[in-house]
C-alpha cells in the first residue's frame, strides 16, 4: 500500500509498505479522506513541540471498515467511521481523573505514533466513532471540531455572553461553531479580513474584528464597555496570547487551545485585579467527538464548509508544501484517496 512519512523537518517520502495485519483488539481501516490541520503543518516545518521523527502524519480522517474485530462486531465490512486518535495509558492521574485527552503518557496518532497517511490504517475498535450519516467530508472534519467543542465546553461558555475567539482558522471555526450552539455571543478576531467574512458567511459569528485596526476600542463599542467575559486563543500566538488580558473583563476567562513553544507572560496587576482564570484547552474527548457528529447530523454544524482545498494523494509530497504559504488562502485542505 502507498504511505507517506516525514523523514525530517522539510522532507516527504512516499513508500511502498504492507497492508496492516489486525492485531488483538483491532480493527483495519480503509482511509478515504486525510484532513491537514496545524499540527502536521508544524511538524512539516519543525516547530511543533511534541514530535519526532520519522513519522507518518494524519490523524483528521474519513476511514471505513475494511476488516472488523470479529463477526459479532457492530462495526461491519464498509460501514463509514473515525476515531478519536489520541490513545491513553488508563492509568495515570488524569486518566484516573477522567481526563484521558492530557493523559501523562498519551501516544496521539501522526504525532507520537504513525498516523493515517496511508491507504489503510489499524486502531482499537473502542476508539471508533460512527459515521453514519455523515459524508466523507464531514467525518474528516470531526477531530478539528471536537477540538473547538471541547475548548468551548471546559470554558463553560454561557448563553449571552461575549465570547472572544481569536484566530479564524479551522480550530477557531470549531470553536465559534460550538460557542454559538452555547448560545454565546461570539466576536471572532483576526488579522485576515477574508477569514472573518469566511466566520461571518458559514458559522454565523455575531461580530468581526481585525485586530490590526482599534481592536480594543471596538470590543468595548460592542460589548458596552465592559469587554468580553471569556476569551479563546485559537491562534498559538505569542503575541496573541499576550494580548488577550486587555480584552477581558474583571471575573473573564482566557482558554489557550492554540500553542506555541515560547514562554509568555502577563501583566501581574492586570492578571491579578481581574481573578483571571486561566488554562490550556488539550485535545478532546469522546463527549466532545458525540457532541460534534450529533451537530452535524441535524444540519446546526456545517463542518464541511472548512474545505477550501483537495488535494489527490499521489500528489501530496509535491503540494504540501505550498499549504504553508498564506497567499494560497487554506482554510483547510483535504486529501481525497
Known amino acids: 500500500m502507498k504511505q507517506i512519512i516525514c523523514l525530517e523537518p522539510g522532507k516527504f517520502e512516499r513508500r511502498e509498505v504492507n497492508e496492516p495485519l489486525k492485531s488483538s483488539g483491532n480493527v483495519v481501516l480503509k482511509v478515504n479522506r486525510i484532513g491537514i490541520c496545524g499540527t502536521d503543518l508544524h511538524a512539516f516545518e519543525g516547530t511543533q513541540p511534541f514530535f519526532t521523527y520519522p513519522r507518518v502524519l494524519g490523524h483528521e480522517l474519513a476511514c471505513e471498515i475494511a476488516e472488523p474485530l470479529n463477526e459479532n462486531s457492530k462495526f461491519k465490512a464498509g460501514h463509514p467511521v473515525t476515531f478519536i486518535p489520541y490513545f491513553p495509558c488508563n492509568s495515570c492521574i488524569a486518566c484516573r481523573n477522567g481526563r484521558p485527552n492530557c493523559c501523562t503518557n498519551i501516544q496521539g496518532a501522526g504525532v507520537h505514533i504513525d498516523g493515517g497517511m496511508t491507504e489503510y490504517i489499524q486502531v482499537p475498535e473502542h476508539a471508533l466513532i460512527d459515521g453514519e450519516g455523515l459524508t466523507s467530508d464531514e467525518l474528516a472534519m470531526v477531530e478539528p471540531m471536537a477540538i473547538g467543542a471541547h475548548a468551548v465546553r471546559i470554558t463553560e461558555i454561557r448563553k449571552d455572553e461575549y465570547?472572544?475567539?481569536?484566530?479564524?482558522?479551522?480550530?477557531?471555526?470549531g470553536v465559534m461553531a460550538f460557542a454559538k450552539i452555547n448560545g454565546a455571543r461570539v466576536i471572532?478576531?483576526?488579522?485576515?479580513?477574508?477569514?472573518?467574512?469566511f466566520a461571518r458567511k458559514y458559522f454565523g459569528v455575531d461580530f468581526t474584528v481585525n485586530a490590526l485596526e482599534n481592536a480594543k476600542e471596538t470590543i468595548s463599542r460592542i460589548t458596552g464597555g465592559e469587554m468580553v467575559t471569556a476569551v479563546i486563543d485559537a491562534t498559538g500566538n505569542k503575541r496573541a496570547i499576550e494580548g488577550a488580558l486587555e480584552f477581558l473583563a474583571h471575573g473573564g476567562r482566557i482558554t489557550m487551545v492554540g500553542i506555541q513553544r515560547e514562554n509568555f507572560s502577563f501583566n501581574h496587576p492586570e492578571f491579578h485585579k481581574r481573578e483571571t482564570t486561566l488554562r490550556s484547552s488539550r485535545n478532546a474527548t469522546r463527549e466532545d467527538f458525540d457532541h460534534v457528529v450529533e451537530n452535524i447530523?441535524?444540519?446546526?454544524?456545517?463542518?464541511?464548509a472548512l474545505i477550501s482545498h483537495r488535494v489527490p494523494f499521489d500528489d501530496l509530497t509535491k503540494v504540501f508544501p505550498t499549504l504553508l504559504n498564506p497567499l494560497t488562502g487554506v482554510i483547510k485542505a483535504i486529501v481525497e484517496l
Open 163 to 173: 465570547v472572544l475567539i481569536t484566530g479564524a482558522g479551522p480550530i477557531g471555526l
Open 188 to 197: 471572532a478576531m483576526d488579522v485576515n479580513n477574508e477569514r472573518l467574512e
Open 297 to 304: 447530523r441535524n444540519g446546526k454544524v456545517n463542518a464541511a
